[in-house]
Structure formats: structure tokens, C-alpha cells
């Protein structure tokens, strides 16, 4: 008996809330900004992760220019095997 007065005080309460137009218009921007602001984490972790598969592949470019570098094979051979400038493989 208490729950059944307990359920009608909520759904009057809830039929209040929805029939107020400014309430219901907080709470889909309430949750448009948390969909917004979620979608923009994700696109920045999408953005670091290409980032860091980016700097990884550069990474392991450089190491294999050093090895060849250590192993006497020429700046030309290099540069057109690894992609880097004359400059780059210089520097190492």
C-alpha cells in the first residue's frame, strides 16, 4: 500500500517535470553537451593514436637508416630505401 503511494507521488512528479517545457529543454541539452562533449574525447583519442602510429613508423624508419648507416651502406642508398632526405640521414 505505502509503494502504491510512493509510485503515484512519482509519476505525478515525473508527469510535472515532462509537462514543463523548460525543464524537458535543459535536459536535452544537458544531454546533447555530455553526447558532444564524449564525441570530442573520442575524436581526440582517435587523433592521438594516429599520431602515435605515425611517430612510431618515423621512429622505426630512423632506426633502420642508423643500422644501415652503422653497416657502411651510402647516404643515397639510404635516403631512396627509407624515404628521408639527404639531410635527415646526415643528422644521425
Do not use: F, H, P, W
Not at 575524436?43 to 633502420?64: D, F, H, L, T
Request: charged letters at 40%; zero cysteines.
Amino acid at each position: 500500500m505505502e509503494s502504491n503511494k510512493l509510485i503515484k507521488k512519482e509519476d505525478k512528479e515525473y508527469k510535472y517535470l515532462v509537462g514543463d517545457e523548460r525543464i524537458r529543454r535543459l535536459a536535452e541539452l544537458e544531454e546533447r553537451t555530455r553526447l558532444e562533449m564524449s564525441s570530442a574525447r573520442l575524436v581526440g583519442y582517435n587523433e592521438g593514436i594516429k599520431q602515435g602510429i605515425k611517430e612510431g613508423r618515423r621512429e622505426g624508419i630512423v632506426q633502420v637508416a642508423k643500422t644501415m648507416l652503422s653497416k657502411g651502406i651510402s647516404i643515397e642508398m639510404i635516403s631512396k630505401i627509407t624515404n628521408l632526405s639527404y639531410e635527415e640521414i646526415k643528422k644521425l
